[in-house]
């Protein structure tokens, strides 16, 4: 079979999803898109696109719209109660151009919409797909209507990390809702907090953690904790237990706490740690959250779909049938996906738990890792994405960029 000649069907119109149907489009592939929402549209808070993210945006011809709609960000800065450093991050470490953006999610999945309508991707809307069937090696996508899509010789399930279709498809799938989650809301820069051009967080214990991340000029996206069944969506917030903890531990952002508790626009998300047997079974592929979903205390969750997306339509390009393809996708995007996982799993409990002890070796830990010549380069590329172990990590070009 010529691999130009596939049937390739996506379900999931998300981040990972959208540049997905872009590369294989555009490579000539025959692209259908299939998304539960009768209009398309983005959810989650702002994020930060690493360089990483950032060369896949370049290689979709999105690099300059999204540096005019987002923020550029030189690093990250983390403080406990006691205003004692805790991170200190500089992306100029790796490279003197080096930078992360922090964008608006809204904003990012406009770019990619655009791009996908116009690589030739076919969109069909308002099926919630919830099983999937084999049609001899090809798959067909069930929709709870039962509606028939396809058969596809790929099917790509890329429906976020709370996936309805992963146990289905993939039984040794194991995706445990993490304990804490959070609050978000975007707000404008009355305070010129962007100016600094760093992901600012504040941390008390374990139990409470709130972030500020520049997303657009003169807009942040601000961050607070919450254990994830405060975020039931029966159950209403407590935003003047908000208002007053956040005014304790970050008076000097006191506006922004305040426009933000005002204006009541707060979101919600929690997060599971998503953890698959294998990348595909059979024509079915996860890509993006629903493959390896995390905590976001690395913030690497777009950066990872994206290049999820790039590696596979590299890896049907090269490749002269779909199983070496997967092979060759399983091999690019294997390693990096799994360190993640683990890493930020591994950190989470120290972040966002009960357990308040924690709390003394991270910071005794962290305040002076981020000083230690050696060890200080290996969280800042773990910062930017570049990990591909515990004990390698890939490198920036001569520009500061990462190359694909």
């Known amino acids: 079979m010529a691999l130009r000649s596939l049937e390739i069907g996506i379900v999931g119109c998300g981040i990972a999803g959208q540049a997905a149907a872009s590369f294989l489009a555009d490579a000539g592939l025959h692209v259908t898109v299939l998304e539960r929402f009768e209009q398309p549209h983005h959810v989650g808070a702002g994020l930060l696109l690493q360089p990483t993210g950032l060369s896949v945006l370049r290689t979709l011809g999105l690099e300059q719209d999204a540096l005019a709609a987002g923020a550029r960000i030189e690093g990250l800065w983390g403080e406990n109660q006691w205003g004692i450093r805790i991170l200190d991050l500089a992306y100029g470490d790796l490279h003197p151009a080096a930078f992360g953006l922090g964008i608006r999610r809204s904003a990012l999945f406009d770019l990619l919409h655009r791009c996908m309508l116009g690589s030739g991707a076919r969109l069909v809307t308002g099926v919630d797909i919830v099983e999937v069937e084999r049609d001899g090696a090809r798959a067909v996508a069930v929709d709870r209507k039962g509606g028939r899509h396809g058969p596809f010789d790929l099917l790509v399930v890329a429906d976020g990390a709370h996936s309805a279709l992963r146990e289905r498809v993939m039984p040794g799938a194991r995706a445990p809702l993490y ?201 800042t590329s773990a910062l930017a994405g570049l990990r591909r172990s515990w004990l390698s990590a890939d490198g920036l070009d001569a520009d500061g960029r990462y190359p694909l």
Request: with cysteine; proline share 8%.
């Open 179 to 379: 304990p804490w989650g959070c609050i978000w809301t975007t707000v404008p820069d009355t305070q010129a907090f962007g100016a600094v051009r760093l992901l600012r967080q504040r941390f008390v214990g374990t139990t409470t953690m709130m972030g500020l991340l520049p997303v657009a000029p003169d807009w942040l996206t601000m961050f607070w904790s919450l254990p994830t069944p405060a975020l039931a969506s029966d159950r209403p917030i407590d935003l003047e237990a908000v208002r007053r903890e956040a005014l304790s531990i970050w008076p000097d952002a006191a506006s922004i706490i305040e426009r933000a508790v005002n204006a009541g626009d707060f979101a919600r998300a929690t997060y599971r740690h998503v953890t698959l047997p294998r990348w595909n079974e059979g024509p079915v592929l996860f890509l993006g959250d629903s493959a390896h979903g995390t905590s976001p205390q690395l913030g690497q969750g777009a950066n990872l779909g994206l290049l999820d997306a790039h590696a596979l339509g590299r890896s049907l390009a090269e490749a002269n049938d779909l199983s070496q393809a997967m092979d060759l996708f399983v091999r690019r995007r294997g390693p990096p996906s799994r360190f993640y996982r683990n890493a930020s799993h591994l950190l989470t409990p120290f972040f966002q738990s009960d357990h308040e002890w924690l709390a003394i070796p991270r910071d005794l830990a962290l305040s002076r890792a981020c000083q230690v010549p050696v060890v200080r380069p290996m969280l």
